[in-house]
């Protein structure tokens, strides 16, 4: 449901932002995007104390005579908290596939007497699929991985059956074996998302910017209340209280404890965590991209593996390696924690480079090869 969710929001929010005449697009483009700045266990307890039963909204209703609002628990409550703060994962990938799509196929539709919405649905929307599948993959496991927002919405998922097992029980197993079972799921993600791919790919003999914008008319409006809903609930509300409680905490007396080391920690260790994992994309990118195969398809598919499992699990497990005498000198240093970070969020990395090496590098590479043959009848 978070994946289906998130591609109907994503893909219309990406297409108004880069194709249309939007009032503002480039604004209304990085807000849409920030939300992945928002943990989902952050977004989860906002959702909880504004739409819980004594949430802010139950309180300002109360007067009017509404008792109790619907109830956010569960899988209703799970799915809205994790569409929120994934659906930029989606949004992010076909944007820039938009951006460095070739815009020949879609002025030749239009010379043809289509119009825009034919167009996009007959020709623009075919050539979004790679992009449209990688950012669903990465939600559909971030789904399967979280454990934060699911918690505190109340609904009982892998994570947090694995997370209940490891603090109920001295023995491991059970907690391990439902691990062993999260990643089998991801591998059956995997060969889903493979098949679903196929073969296709997309030649063309140009590459240049795209200058034609949709004009939107009488659709503006709608666009904008659109954009205006998705930005509100995604960024406005975890923002704003977030800052409320910071103001009654503050008006109450409550000293301002300002962890400057904390977050120095925290921004230099993500920063290398960063680094190291764009360059360890890298490799795996060119390899999914220039040299197609069995071998190249096995390895992208098993960097997604590390996305998946909860990050309770893939630190327990560094630490058994770290602290059995495997590697004693990595135990508890900031090498093995950036490590953690490298294999948790290098799909993210990889589907990032994969898909502008796919808009940008493929026919200079096959140029180079000599085996550039054009658009061939029958083909995408």
Known sequence: MTTASSVAVAVPLAWLTTR??????????????????????????VLVSTLGPRGFVQEALEPLGVERLPE??????????????????????????????????????????????????RVTLPQLRPAIVAGALLVALYS?????AVSLLQFDSSSREIYTQYRAAFDRTPAAILGLMLVALTATILVLEARTRGRARYDHSTMRAYNAVVELGRWRWLALIFCAIVVLLALALPIGVLVFWLTRGLTA????????????NSVYASGLAAGVAALAALPVAILAVRFKGTVAGFVERLTYLGYTLPGIVLAFALVFFGAKNFAPGLYGT????VFAYAVHF???AVGARRERRCC?????????????????????
């Open 360 to 380: 940008k590098c493929v026919l200079a590479w096959r140029k180079r090869r000599g085996a550039w043959e054009g658009v061939r009848p029958g083909s995408s």
């Open 144 to 148: 399967l991985s979280n454990f934060g």
């Open 346 to 348: 290098l799909p993210q």
């Open 20 to 45: 249309t005449d939007l009032p503002d697009r480039r604004a209304w483009a990085t807000l849409a995007a920030l939300p992945l700045v928002i943990p989902s266990y952050v977004g989860g307890l």
């Open 253 to 264: 007396g409550e000293p301002l404890r300002l962890l400057w080391g904390a977050a120095f």
């Open 334 to 337: 900031l090498v093995l924690l």
């Open 72 to 121: 956010i628990y569960g899988l209703s409550g799970a799915t809205l908290a994790l569409l929120l703060f994934s659906y930029p994962y989606v949004f992010l990938t076909v944007q820039g596939a938009l951006r460095a799509m070739d815009p020949a196929l879609e002025e030749a539709s239009r010379s043809l007497g289509s119009g825009s919405w034919t167009t996009f649905f």
